[in-house]
T-cell receptor
Framework: AQKVTQAQTEISVVEKEDVTLDCVYETRDTTYYLFWYKQPPSGELVFLIRRNSFDEQNEISGRYSWNFQKSTSSFNFTITASQVVDSAVYFCALSEGQRAAGNKLTFGGGTRVLVKP | EPEVTQTPSHQVTQMGQEVILRCVPISNHLYFYWYRQILGQKVEFLVSFYNNEISEKSEIFDDQFSVERPDGSNFTLKIRSTKLEDSAMYFC???????????FGPGTRLLVL
């Protein structure tokens, strides 16, 4: 069974500080996909990144960066020079394999990030 | 940019009433999903739908729930007899291919009194 753990429930930082969100996953599949979604106070789920299990290359997109390490089953997310608009709940999610019928997402519990001015 | 839409944005209903939540997935997507999020909790998978049939469902998705794609654009979730514990945000999502990114609608906040 697949499982995603986000151990940090809430992180509070001051603007311009960096913040790293941890995500640890469990799966028995060798092919799987990892995602990060952002949920701002308005409530919608905004897609940030998708990674497949065969691509361990780290990625940077603007102030966001992701560190995928299969050896530790982790897919961590860093916001550099945080801004107040980054305040949101961030969810890590996992989908297993390529099942013909579709791939459900299993979400972690989310990490609430509060960026203070 | 194409997006998933959901109606209504908010719904208040009495316990025991039927509700239908509506979604319009992105037009060329083939896989459709419903998730729910109880206030302050994580997002939970309910059901996936492909080729006009349910492909997977969770334990939450019991006989009170049903899904339908009545035409080429809408995707609905029906709760036959709502319970207090059905109060949650319900998200619809769609993806083009298997294991590709699921894009979520803005959600319907359901409150059962």
């Amino acid at each position: 069974a697949q499982k995603v753990t986000q151990a940090q429930t809430e992180i509070s930082v001051v603007e311009k500080e960096d913040v790293t969100l941890d995500c640890v996953y469990e799966t028995r599949d060798t092919t799987y996909y990892l995602f990060w979604y952002k949920q701002p106070p308005s409530g919608e789920l905004v897609f940030l990144i998708r990674r497949n299990s065969f691509d361990e290359q780290n990625e940077i997109s603007g102030r966001y960066s992701w560190n995928f390490q299969k050896s530790t089953s982790s897919f961590n997310f860093t916001i550099t020079a945080s801004q107040v608009v980054d305040s949101a709940v961030y969810f890590c999610a996992l989908s297993e394999g390529q099942r013909a019928a579709g791939n459900k997402l299993t979400f972690g519990g989310g990490t609430r990030v509060l960026v203070k001015p | 940019e194409p997006e998933v839409t959901q109606t209504p944005s908010h719904q208040v209903t009495q316990m025991g009433q039927e509700v239908i939540l509506r979604c319009v997935p992105i037009s060329n997507h083939l896989y459709f999903y419903w998730y729910r999020q109880i206030l302050g909790q994580k997002v939970e998978f309910l059901v996936s739908f492909y080729n006009n049939e349910i492909s997977e469902k969770s334990e939450i998705f019991d006989d009170q729930f049903s899904v339908e794609r009545p035409d080429g654009s809408n995707f609905t979730l029906k709760i036959r007899s709502t319970k207090l514990e059905d109060s949650a945000m319900y998200f619809c999502a769609s993806s083009f291919r298997i294991a590709e990114t699921q894009y979520f609608g803005p959600g319907t906040r359901l409150l059962v009194l």
